[in-house]
Antibody, heavy 117, light 107 residues
Framework: QVQLVQSGAEVKKPGASVRVSCKTS????????ITWVRQAPGQGLEWMGW????????RYADNLKGRVTMTMDPSTSTAYMELRSLTSDDAAVYFC??????????WGQGTLVTVSS | DIQMTQSPATLSGSVGDRVTITCRAS??????LAWYQQKPGRAPKLLIF???NLESGVPSRFSGSGSGTEFTLTISSLQPDDFATYYC?????????FGQGTKVEIK
């Protein structure tokens, strides 16, 4: 069955970077891209961007451009999201979801990122 | 950029009630609209795609309608498992845009 398993919770200091992984299984990794969504505490869902499964093409939300990088490693069927220059506004649960540009029925379990000095 | 506006922000209902959530787009999005249910500490669950298509395994008490700029999610008879937050989502080949969410609470 399709599964997306994310890496564990992270605690980072302001100004640091975080990398979250999303390991996929149950389908051919290059068939679908991976979309990243975050959710600040008590807030709604925010689309961050996506990485294509077959050619590594990316698209990012305007408010994150320059700070975020999304990649895909087809050899391990794992997607990565790196966010740099963290502030308290980046504290959130980060989700990966299968697909790009289409709604997704398959999501990771979420990774809590805490930003604290 | 397209903005998605949901209403109401909170909805109180009893088991058995028929409830409706509305989502409005700032410009026409044809039928590129999905609905998700989210419970605390969990990932969103896809309920409806293409405005009115029920995702596999989702109970038939959930239904979606609309096109263009106005869309609705209806739960025909609220069940205890339905108390959650619901999000509409516009999708196209470039991005996703979510509504602010509607929390369905027990009256």
């Amino acid at each position: 069955q399709v599964q997306l398993v994310q890496s564990g919770a992270e605690v980072k200091k302001p100004g640091a970077s975080v990398r979250v992984s999303c390991k996929t299984s149950g389908y051919t990794g290059t068939t679908y891209g991976i979309t990243w969504v975050r959710q600040a505490p008590g807030q709604g869902l925010e689309w961050m961007g996506w990485v294509s499964g077959n050619n590594g093409k990316t698209r990012y939300a305007d408010n994150l451009k320059g700070r975020v990088t999304m990649t895909m490693d087809p050899s391990t069927s794992t997607a990565y999201m790196e966010l740099r220059s963290l502030t308290s506004d980046d504290a959130a649960v980060y989700f990966c979801a299968r697909g790009q540009g289409i709604p997704s029925a398959f999501w990771g379990q979420g990774t809590l990122v805490t930003v604290s000095s | 950029d397209i903005q998605m506006t949901q209403s109401p922000a909170t909805l109180s209902g009893s088991v058995g009630d028929r409830v409706t959530i509305t989502c409005r787009a700032s410009q026409s999005i044809s039928r590129g609209l999905a609905w998700y249910q989210q419970k605390p500490g969990r990932a969103p669950k896809l309920l409806i795609f293409e405005a009115s298509n029920l995702e596999s395994g989702v109970p038939s008490r959930f239904s979606g309608s609309g096109s263009g700029t106005e869309f609705t999610l209806t739960i025909s008879s609220l069940q205890p498992d339905d108390f959650a937050t619901y999000y509409c989502q516009h999708y196209d080949s470039f991005s996703w845009t979510f509504g602010q969410g509607t929390k369905v609470e027990i009256k």
